[in-house]
């Protein structure tokens, strides 16, 4: 199985490679192996290997690159830690990977401000275990650990986001590097401002395509005095669905609440080694004071008693939370293993709270009639889910098949005014629902903010927009 992609590779002059070498050394390298592993990610499309990969190490660097691809119409991939869904790392056009994560230097921590600063390359485990001993964290969690420039590069979120909001909540400031190499500061670090346009939010979410990202300074917040997470179980996804739309419309602050279906139950029991009850289950974590803390509990558990929800079964102590999160973070992956060898195609959509029991309810009708295993986690709290269908890589009419359940499935939550996508990012896969989303004339304006930061379309080609 291979998802169709365009042969549109642009030759590199050998005069760039030259200038490259001599700058970088055997910081630049072109070998297969190399190549391989930059030209692949976590998509269900096959390899397109960049034709070199540089490793910078600062933002000098990163506009060095930069300047030399702009003059000699070279395409240029900055690349993180490798974990993007939707193909959005590929070199479709072949061209220069820059690998940034030997730029993992946290270069201030102001506590007294809660914010930090940081290299493009420091992931997310790196900086909370750097800022443990202030007494804050970094809450946004995509699963992997992932770079902190690509969660800010395609606007990520994760289990915390209905407390805590996603990275663009989160991001107070970058530092970018233009197509033709300047280096740009879009903010200071003040808690608001009202001073020109907004270039923060225009590079988060940007996917590469309109600057590269090198230094991003973040908010932080205190570690919570008490936190307590639980287990409940449902008769049907229905049940579990409805009690979460009840608790949020209620305004119970919960930090967590995450969904799995019954296959990524018994998934996540198969991978992770758990005894966790099979069938639909929502994992709550609840952030406050033991008072607040356990007011909030206590009213979950009667609007879930409401929908047929079990027994909430606690795991109080830290080790038992991180293995139960560690469970749910590996989901995707112990997902493959109920079809060993198969490929995976990964959706997600998000849609407004009220539409969310719906669009899973017909979701899932339609996935039971499927050819092929599934599974669905979803962060539900902010009515954010992903499907996760196994694929015969040798089917093609199974990835037809899922395709159309895509669609669909992308059809339904733009029809219940939401999005295609909630935290992939568009990349190449949601591309084509870019102009269903948003209409022509948002698209046109996108479309002209591209050609504005990046004239030879040297960043990223290829996604988000067609040039």
């Not at 809660?114 to 001993?133: C, F, P, Y």
């Amino acid at each position: 199985m291979n998802a169709p992609l365009p042969d549109l590779r642009r030759p590199v002059p050998p005069a760039c490679l030259e200038a490259l070498g001599a700058i970088f050394g055997d910081r630049l390298s072109v070998s297969a192996a190399v190549r391989e592993h930059h030209g692949r990610d976590e998509s269900p499309y096959p390899p397109m290997l960049p034709d070199a990969v540089v490793f910078a190490q600062n933002t000098d660097e990163v506009a060095q690159v930069a300047r030399l691809c702009n003059e000699h119409r070279v395409p240029l991939i900055p690349y993180g830690a490798g974990s993007s869904l939707e193909g959005h790392l590929l070199a479709i056009e072949g061209g220069i990977s820059l690998d940034l994560s030997q730029m993992n230097q946290v270069l201030s921590v102001n506590a007294e401000d809660l914010t930090a600063t940081v290299q493009a390359g420091v992931t997310r485990k790196q900086l909370n275990e750097e800022i443990r001993s202030t007494g804050l964290f970094f809450p946004i969690d995509p699963g992997a650990d992932a770079s902190l420039g690509g969660m800010a590069a395609t606007r990520a979120s994760g289990t915390n986001a209905v407390r805590y909001g996603t990275m663009r909540e989160n991001v107070m400031s970058l530092t970018v590097v233009t197509a033709d190499g300047r280096v740009v500061r879009t903010a200071g670090r003040a808690r608001k401002s009202s001073a020109g346009y907004d270039l923060t939010r225009i590079f988060v979410g940007s996917e590469g395509t309109l600057g590269i990202i090198t230094e991003v300074t973040v908010r932080l917040y205190p570690q919570p005095e008490a936190v307590s997470a639980a287990v409940c179980n449902f008769p049907s996804l229905d049940d579990a669905v409805q009690s979460v739309i009840e608790i949020i419309q209620m305004g119970v602050p919960v930090a967590r609440v995450e969904f799995m279906d019954a296959a990524a139950v018994r998934a996540v029991n198969l991978y992770s080694k758990l005894t966790l009850r099979e069938t639909p289950m929502l994992v709550f974590e609840f952030h406050g004071s033991p008072a607040g803390v356990q007011e909030q509990a206590e009213t979950v558990q009667a609007i879930t008693a409401e929908h047929g929800g079990m027994d909430f079964e606690w795991a109080e102590r830290p080790e038992d939370r991180n293995r139960l999160w560690t469970a749910r973070h590996n989901a995707y992956f112990a997902g493959l293993q109920l079809r060993p060898g198969c490929r995976a195609s990964t959706t997600d959509v998000c849609v407004p709270i009220s539409r969310l029991a719906d669009c899973v309810r017909e979701t899932v009708d339609e996935l039971d009639q499927a050819s092929f295993p599934y599974t669905i986690v979803g962060h539900v709290g902010d009515g954010n889910f992903h499907v996760l269908m196994l694929l015969d890589g040798d089917n093609e009419a199974e990835w037809q098949e899922s395709e159309t359940i895509n669609h669909n499935l992308v059809r339904r939550a733009i029809a219940a005014d939401g999005t295609c996508t909630g935290e992939h990012g568009v990349g190449l896969h949601k591309m084509q629902f870019m102009q269903q989303e948003h209409g022509d004339d948002a698209l046109a304006l996108m479309r002209s903010l591209k050609h504005a930061f990046d004239p030879n379309n040297i960043l990223n080609p290829g996604k988000i927009i067609a040039w």
